[in-house]
Nanobody, 114 residues
Framework: VQLQASGGGLVQPGGSLRLSCAASGSIFNIDTMGWYRQAPGKRRELVAT???????DYVDSVKGRFTISRDNAKNTVFLQMNNLRPEDTAVYYC?????????WGQGTQVTVSS
């Protein structure tokens, strides 16, 4: 399984970005999909997850600003990020779990700066 992430970029504080991550390859039954992020000098942080039945979870710092969704027919997960803050600056990594493996995308840079 390969994951291809896209949608990062440079945005001003208060702006929005939408990340996408498409899975391809030997896909049988992807369970949880989600996004991590890692800022310079910081540990990788779980940002949002979505299960195969659509249940979602978010880290407290993005609740009310980020929305995770998925298109199961296209094996794609999205992260809509609104009201972005400088502290959201990081490399964002998507992942997908298909038992017994976890697969990772290549990372996409999000920079929030004026």
């Amino acid at each position: 399984v390969q994951l291809q992430a896209s949608g990062g970029g440079l945005v001003q504080p208060g702006g929005s970005l939408r990340l996408s991550c498409a899975a391809s390859g030997s896909i049988f039954n992807i369970d949880t999909m989600g996004w991590y992020r890692q800022a310079p000098g910081k540990r990788r942080e779980l940002v949002a997850t979505i299960s195969s039945d659509g249940s979602t979870d978010y880290v407290d710092s993005v609740k009310g600003r980020f929305t995770i969704s998925r298109d199961n027919a296209k094996n794609t997960v999205f992260l809509q990020m609104n009201n972005l803050r400088p502290e959201d600056t990081a490399v964002y990594y998507c992942y997908a779990k298909q038992w017994p493996m976890t697969y990772w995308g290549q990372g996409t840079q999000v920079t929030v700066s004026s």
